[in-house]
């Protein structure tokens, strides 16, 4: 069974622009979440989607956004970029309302130069 | 704001012994646990979910919960190089109607041949 993919592994862009990330959930996942991650931070909450539905927020800048398709890949965009983004940026799927936690994807290297 | 707090290590034993990797959480009505292994460069992935106060096995993972002292810890035994990693605990928080993992920072394991 095919797990959570992310698309691109890796990606540089310069400050002031955008990027989208995409996540392809496994099959019959429903639910996805995005994380950032940094040395400092630590895995700090995005946001999670169910069935194209924005369920919960975690407190970044309106900057960060994303959204869900009809078939639960799910698309986060990240515009007027920073040099504070650069981060690895993970996606995790899970089953709606289960409590076996998630399976993540390899995640997107972004580095905002 | 809910916490979820780690020693961030590093944690160093020599191979064949007990590791002991300890977690603290703030939110008394969590009743989600969580151990994740994050390789370096790569997405951390599920070793140990934990619900109810006792212990847990799993090969040679326990892991180990006190809901009254707000405590969970993971024990690994015959600790083998390729543990080393670092260890992230995580508690679902259920407030409202939305669910999220909170994260600790993880400790960092290192197991010496």
């Known amino acids: 069974k095919a797990g959570v993919t992310q698309t691109p592994r890796y990606l540089i862009k310069t400050r002031g622009q955008q990027v989208t990330l995409s996540c392809s959930p496994i099959?019959?996942?429903?639910?996805v979440s995005w994380y950032q991650q940094t040395p400092g931070q630590g895995l700090q909450f995005l946001f999670e989607?169910?069935?194209?539905?924005?369920?919960n927020k975690g407190n970044f800048p309106g900057r960060f956004s994303g959204r869900q398709f009809s078939n639960s890949r799910s698309e986060m965009n990240v515009s007027t970029l920073e040099l504070g983004d650069s981060a690895l940026y993970l996606c995790a799927s899970s089953l709606p309302r289960t409590a076996d936690g998630y399976t993540f994807g390899s995640g997107t290297r972004l580095t905002v130069v | 704001q809910k916490e979820v707090e780690q020693n961030s290590g590093p944690l160093s034993v020599p191979e064949g012994a007990i590791a002991s990797l300890n977690c603290t959480y703030s939110d008394r009505g969590s009743q989600s646990f969580f151990w994740y292994r994050q390789y370096s460069g790569k997405s951390p992935e599920l070793i140990m979910s934990i619900y109810s106060n006792g212990d847990k096995e799993d090969g040679r993972f326990t892991a180990q919960l006190n809901k009254a002292s707000q405590y969970v810890s993971l024990l690994i035994r015959d600790s083998q190089p390729s543990d080393s990693a670092t260890y992230l605990c995580?508690?679902?928080?259920?407030?409202?109607?939305?669910?999220?993992?909170?994260w600790g920072l993880g400790t960092s394991l290192a197991v010496n041949p």
């Open positions: 995580a508690v679902i928080d259920n407030a409202g109607n939305n669910r999220k993992l909170i």
């Open positions: 099959s019959g996942h429903r639910s």
């Open positions: 989607y169910f069935s194209e539905t924005q369920r």
